[in-house]
């Protein structure tokens, strides 16, 4: 009875081992796939705008649908667009892998609707020659009144301390970011819990969040990023340009060269080239309009240069109404934007840039129409009649003659045959056919001499 209650143990025993090193062995390759998730990597710099909202987005569910451990956000802004700040932020809140915000590298600034955006992110770090702050909330469309300032800055008070307290970092602090656009170094920012880390670079960075603890939908998870492969995830082509659209700079040069193709291809029609390109610039300027906050005013001044532009091509005033485009375009250009914000703002330097070259190109364009105008009674049936010519046939009774180096088609006009390169004297039109005489000295008089000479 002992002896069997022994084996019966020592089997269960074995059992048991055997249960166990089965279950280190299934954890193991798990175990091990954990460690080597990469980390991935976005790099965002410039304003926050919908095409930057896009790229956080698209990188977020890219991240989580091939297993990355993490995403940083490699953050150098100045701000951007209130809109596209809360959009990026709700991204980041309903995560499914931890999100880090890292301001990098040094110079870099995470301020105004970036100090949000750190605010918000699972882990926050910065690198040492960076700054964060200035979070006082930016009135896109100009003068508000002071009740509406209050309700503004009151609302972004609320929602980043929210963020804060959410993520147990300074509330205080942010708030004092908002109301009084108080700014930190990297070191004050880690001293005040305003970030997590202050990293030089990332191995640094990936080493400091080995094996940090954080919260995701109730569940804790564990950060083993030491030596972790790092994934770089680049923005699309799309998002690129569209990105580059939305600078005011670019919106207003793309404006500028859709004038121009316009106003060239109305005053020398032809294929069309200008026109269309033209047309394509206005309407990829229009995309970057609609994400700045636009002056009606200022825009209004602008289509009553062009309108001017246009009316001195027809009118050919001798460019009285082309001064007034560009008194026009140049007040229109100053004020089209309207925000106080400066990354918002159109350069002063391409406005006046901008201006000059406008005033170059319609002045030649509208000296060379007027010219044109002063020129156009010598052509045509008037400009032909008494024209001094060459036959370059016999006209007997048709032949062929030259008159301003072009060569046309000719019926003597009294029924008299003209010798070759003898002079004659164009008197009438028939449709396409001169109707001429021969020119003799001292008869009627020339309007052009030229083409006179015997070939």
Same mark, same amino acid.
């Given at each position: 009875m002992d002896n069997s209650d022994g084996i019966t143990i020592m089997k269960k025993k074995s059992l048991l081992l055997a249960?166990?090193?089965?279950?280190? %062995? &299934?954890?193991?390759?798990?175990f091990s796939a954990a460690e080597s998730r990469p980390v991935q990597v976005i790099q965002v710099e410039g304003v926050i705008n919908p095409p930057v909202y896009m790229f956080i987005s698209e990188a977020i569910d890219r991240a989580e649908r091939e297993g990355a451990q993490a995403l940083i956000i490699q953050l150098d802004t100045p701000g951007g667009l209130d809109t596209s700040m809360r959009s990026i932020i709700r991204e980041i809140l309903d995560s499914q892998i931890p999100i880090v915000v890292y301001v990098y590298p040094d110079g870099s600034r995470a301020t105004s609707a970036g100090v949000f955006i750190t605010m918000a992110a699972h882990v926050a770090a910065m690198a040492p020659a960076t700054s964060i702050g200035a979070a006082h909330p930016v009135a896109l469309q100009g003068e508000i009144s002071d009740e509406m300032k209050q309700k503004i800055v009151n609302d972004a008070v609320a929602y980043i301390r929210n963020l804060a307290e959410k993520r147990g970092r300074n509330a205080a602090w942010a708030e004092e970011a908002v109301r009084e656009s108080s700014s930190l170094t990297a070191s004050q920012a880690v001293e005040?819990? &305003?970030?997590?880390?202050v990293a030089k670079d990332y191995p640094d960075l990936l080493a400091q969040l080995d094996g940090r603890k954080v919260v995701l939908d109730g569940r804790e998870i564990v950060l083993s990023t030491k030596g972790a492969e790092v994934t770089p995830r680049e923005m699309s082509f799309r998002l690129r340009l569209l990105h580059i659209l939305s600078d005011p700079n670019i919106a207003y040069l793309l404006l500028m060269i859709g004038i121009y193709g316009i106003i060239y291809e109305f005053a020398?029609?032809?294929?069309? @080239?200008? +026109?269309?390109?033209?047309?394509? $610039?206005?309407? /990829?300027? /229009?995309? $970057?309009l609609h994400t700045l906050p636009v002056n009606i005013a200022g825009l209004a001044l602008i289509v009553l240069a062009i309108i001017l532009f246009i009316a001195d091509i027809i009118a050919a005033t001798g460019g009285i109404l082309t001064a =007034? =485009?560009?008194?026009? %375009? !140049? !007040?229109? $250009? !100053?004020?089209?934007?309207?925000?106080?914000?400066?990354?918002?703002?159109?350069?002063? +330097?391409?406005?006046?840039?901008?201006?000059?070259?406008?005033?170059?190109?319609?002045? @030649?364009?509208?000296?060379? &129409?007027?010219?044109?105008?002063?020129?156009?009674?010598?052509? =045509?049936?008037? =400009?032909? !009649?008494?024209?001094?010519? &060459?036959?370059?046939?016999?006209v007997n009774p048709r032949g062929q003659v030259s008159v301003r180096g072009e060569l046309w088609s000719a019926e003597a006009l009294d029924g008299h045959k003209i010798e070759k390169h003898s002079r004659i004297i164009v008197q009438s039109m028939k449709g396409l056919v001169l109707r001429v005489k021969k020119y003799e000295e001292g008869g009627a008089p020339a309007k052009d001499r030229g083409g006179s000479d015997k070939s």
């Open positions: 249960f166990l090193i089965a279950l280190v %062995m &299934v954890a193991l390759p798990s005040k819990e &305003v970030i997590d880390y020398n029609p032809g294929l069309g @080239f200008a +026109g269309i390109a033209g047309v394509i $610039s206005i309407i /990829l300027a /229009l995309y $970057s =007034g =485009g560009i008194a026009s %375009m !140049l !007040l229109g $250009s !100053l004020i089209l934007i309207d925000s106080p914000a400066p990354y918002l703002r159109i350069a002063p +330097g391409l406005i006046i840039g901008t201006a000059l070259t406008t005033a170059g190109f319609f002045t @030649f364009a509208v000296r060379a &129409v007027y010219k044109a105008h002063k020129e156009k009674s010598t052509t =045509g049936i008037e =400009g032909m !009649l008494g024209q001094i010519g &060459v036959a370059r046939t016999e």
